[in-house]
Nanobody, 120 residues
Framework: QVQLVESGGGLVQAGGSLRLSCVVSGPTANRAAMAWFRQAPGKEREFVASISWTVGGTAYADSVKGRFTISRNNANTVTLQMTSLKPEDTGVYYC??????????????WGQGTQVTVSA
């Protein structure tokens, strides 16, 4: 089974930085892209950033553009560098993956999530 494991979450003051990592284990056949989503209590999960696994093209939500950077560290790790953090960035951050032929509306794989808390 494909497994995604996130790490790097924590508590940080506004204006600070955190770096999240997602390690993929198990079969990765047909993997097309990886992404980060986040969810605050009482809200739907929202898209944060994505990266094409073969080409490397990236996309960002407008709310994080210029502050967050998604990248591939190696063959099985995706990272999210977060800078200039704001209290509204608080939430559980999830790593996700999708295969060819699918969309981010229905990711094929989800991680367990890692909590990010930004204090004012």
């Amino acid at each position: 089974q494909v497994q995604l494991v996130e790490s790097g979450g924590g508590l940080v003051q506004a204006g600070g930085s955190l770096r999240l990592s997602c390690v993929v284990s198990g079969p990765t056949a047909n993997r097309a892209a990886m992404a980060w989503f986040r969810q605050a209590p009482g809200k739907e999960r929202e898209f944060v950033a994505s990266i094409s696994w073969t080409v490397g093209g990236t996309a960002y939500a407008d709310s994080v553009k210029g502050r967050f950077t998604i990248s591939r560290n190696n063959a099985n790790t995706v990272t999210l560098q977060m800078t200039s953090l704001k209290p509204e960035d608080t939430g559980v951050y999830y790593c996700a993956g999708r295969q060819y032929g699918t969309t981010w509306s229905r990711p094929d794989y989800w991680g367990q999530g890692t909590q990010v808390t930004v204090s004012a």
